[in-house]
């Protein structure tokens, strides 16, 4: 049995989530991140972490070795929208929300099963809070955070294939989170910068944005996150939905009858607000527009400072305080009945640590790879390779990345995966730091190769601009002018819509590996026979 704090600094405590390790430049591990946390729990009882950037064999031992300490069990939350291989190394990563709808009349069954496996990972690293499904749908598809992470484009498929991903997870007792509510999809701005705001009026977000998370509740979704959005048509007085009682209390609690967690998106994005404002009264605010979980705050000391004497002197109503931990304890309870309270400190209780990245996981991610690749330029004639000419080289790929400095563990790099099938063939980045002024000598070379192809990765990143760089862009451009180039989405099918002249445009979804593996094995099977290259001539 497990029995809730009584002091009202550890009730307060209960209900702050700050992060451990970061993903974010300067990087810095769960591992080394765990000093930190060990001396805040000393005085600050947390309620649990989120985390980033772990790896598959340190993590799970750091996280018993801070559960062992907790004074009460520590809830750990992460993102992991793209499997558990998305924030620990080692573990399986499977393809972007988006691949999904591509894999055909198996979708379902295919993301219901990468959801099992998913959350399996999870528990078994110690893990007990998946930051998904997304909800959002991807009605704006020039949206720069959204985009691949959403399951589809209309409220249909997005709420069937989050249900799929919800039945995966509760069948294996992973707590999930619809997020962002009350709907990122239409937005065209990255909440982590600034503040967007969706001009729908009521009557549109009932039956767009609303209705992904009106499903998610009615199949029993634990938590909620909110957006760093503005809902004018929700909240006349124009601030974020995060603190907003009339979306929070009134949308979210009364008209959709939700009774789990609500959490907050990270605090630490620019959308949220308040950035020179004391995190004490950010917080404050938080809890009365009806929060249950800070997410990320910048400062728990002086957070549950101002929150204990905010409560004292009545300017906080403690009935708030005592609301939220009954509900985010409720998670606690649940996790423990299912598995016994040990498993919070040893999670093979709950799931073997050998299932971590196992090979039938890592098999089921590239199946569903390889059925997300879709041909959306030309057909069977334009994926003909011509027979090369002699002295001509094998096929050259050019892999275009818009930014490299973002320290994403399901980074894979595709060199590797490409000259192993195309051993005469040659491979080059195009990155952010790519000198300009040799672009063009590349272009010339080109032609000395029987193919010419471009793979390019646009994705959402937080805080990353998204989409190509101008000379990026240009680059394709003026490849796609002089030869027939094949082009492959790494990511958005958006790429596409501007070189609808190739004679081969490739979407594959995503840039996990198993996706990039899915690429080289289908130009591998459409390339691959008409590669025998001469690459000098015999001697006389």
């Known amino acids: 049995m497990l029995t809730p704090p009584e002091r009202l600094r550890d009730r307060i405590s209960q209900l702050i989530f700050p992060r451990i390790g970061s993903n974010m430049m300067p990087t810095i591990s769960v591992e080394d991140d765990a000093e930190r946390i060990e001396d805040l729990m000393e005085d600050f009882p947390i309620g649990g972490l989120c985390l980033f950037n772990g790896d598959r064999i340190r993590t799970p031992q750091t996280l018993a070795r801070l559960q062992s300490k907790a004074a009460y069990p520590l809830l750990i939350a992460t993102d992991m929208e793209r499997g558990l291989g998305q924030q620990l190394k080692g573990a399986t990563v499977f393809p972007h929300a988006m691949a999904f709808q591509a894999t055909g009349e198996e979708d379902e069954a295919l993301l219901e099963a990468s959801s099992r496996a998913a959350a399996r990972e999870a528990l078994a690293a110690g893990l007990h809070i998946s930051f998904s499904p997304v909800a959002d749908i991807n009605s704006n598809p020039a949206n720069p955070i959204i985009s691949t992470r959403a399951y589809g484009t209309t409220p249909d498929t997005v709420s069937r294939l989050l249900s799929a991903y919800m039945r995966g997870c509760q069948y294996e007792g992973l707590f999930t989170t619809a997020k962002h509510f009350p709907g990122h999809g239409d937005t065209d701005v990255d909440s982590h910068e600034a503040l967007p705001v969706v001009e729908r009026d009521r009557a549109s977000l009932d039956e767009l944005e609303l209705a992904p998370f009106r499903k998610a509740i009615g199949n029993g979704v634990s938590l ?90 009545g300017r906080l109503d403690e009935s708030l305080i005592d609301a939220a931990l009954e509900r985010v304890w409720s998670l606690k309870v649940r996790f423990a009945a299912r598995f016994g309270k040990g498993a919070f400190v040893d999670p093979s209780l709950a799931v073997p640590y050998s299932e971590i990245g196992c090979d039938e996981h890592r098999a089921l991610a590239d199946r569903i790879a390889r059925r997300a690749v879709q041909v959306a330029i030309g057909d069977e004639e334009s994926l003909r390779v011509p027979t090369p000419h002699l002295g001509q080289r094998g096929p050259i790929c050019f892999l275009v990345r818009p930014h490299t400095t973002y320290n994403d563990p399901t980074q894979a790099p595709l060199e590797t995966a490409f000259l192993q099938a195309f051993p005469e063939g040659q491979y080059i980045e195009i990155n952010p730091e790519s000198a300009e002024d040799d672009l063009q000598e590349l272009i010339d070379a080109a032609g000395k190769h029987s193919l010419v192809i471009v793979a390019a990765v646009v994705k959402p990143a937080a805080w990353h601009k998204f989409g190509l760089l101008p000379f990026q862009k240009q680059f394709i451009r003026d490849l796609v002018d002089r030869y027939p180039v094949w082009l492959a989405a790494l990511g958005s099918p958006l790429l596409l819509a501007d070189f609808q002249d190739v004679p081969a445009g490739i979407c594959v979804y995503s840039d996990v590996e198993p996706s990039m593996n899915a690429l080289v094995d289908f130009l591998k099977d459409h390339a691959g026979s008409q590669t025998p290259i001469v690459t000098s001539l015999p001697p006389s």
């Open 224 to 313: 909620i996150m909110t957006a760093h959005v503005a809902y004018p048509a929700l909240d006349p007085s124009g601030i974020e939905a995060t603190r907003s009682g009339p979306i929070m209390t009134g949308v979210l609690r009364k008209d959709l009858g939700f009774k789990g967690v609500i959490i907050s998106d990270s605090l630490l994005m620019a959308g949220a607000g308040g950035r020179e404002e004391h995190p004490g009264e950010m917080a404050a605010a938080l809890i009365e527009a009806g929060l249950d979980i800070l997410l990320d705050i910048k400062d728990v000391p002086q957070t549950v400072d101002y929150l204990v004497s905010a409560v004292r002197s």
